[in-house]
């Protein structure tokens, strides 16, 4: 089993940053890859991007590209979240989630291909 423990949300006005936390704790020698998604009320799950665990594979959805990085700290298990300029449409609840397996590429991009997900970190972003 692989836990995921997001954190760094909270309030940012609109045009700021905010950088969240995805730490991996048990059986993280297993993971494959890792992913951030995102979900605003009343809305369906969003792809936010990918990185593979050895750290050397990103990928942005395209609205995020820009403005938003992926990153990861091998030591300390952990994988990172940049997000700056941030906009009001930018307000979700987001998620980490990992899978020890190679899947899909449309599976790590839907959501469906992840054996391990967080509980979220909520980002809000004031006007």
């Known amino acids: 089993q692989v836990q995921l423990v997001e954190s760094g949300g909270g309030l940012v006005q609109a045009g700021g940053s905010l950088r969240l936390s995805c730490a991996a704790s048990g059986r993280t020698f297993s993971v494959y890859i890792t992913g951030w998604f995102r979900q605003a009320p009343g809305k369906d799950r969003e792809f936010v991007g990918r990185i593979s665990w050895s750290g050397g594979s990103t990928a942005l959805a395209d609205s995020m590209k820009g403005r938003f990085t992926i990153s990861r700290e091998a030591a300390k298990n952990t994988v990172y979240l940049q997000m700056n300029s941030l906009k009001p449409e930018d307000t979700a609840v987001y998620y980490c989630?990992?899978?020890?397996?190679?899947?899909?590429?449309?599976?790590?991009?839907?959501?469906?291909?992840?054996?391990?997900w967080g509980q979220g970190t909520q980002v809000t972003v004031s006007s």
């Open positions: 989630a990992a899978q020890a397996v190679p899947v899909p590429l449309s599976a790590l991009v839907d959501g469906t291909g992840y054996s391990y």
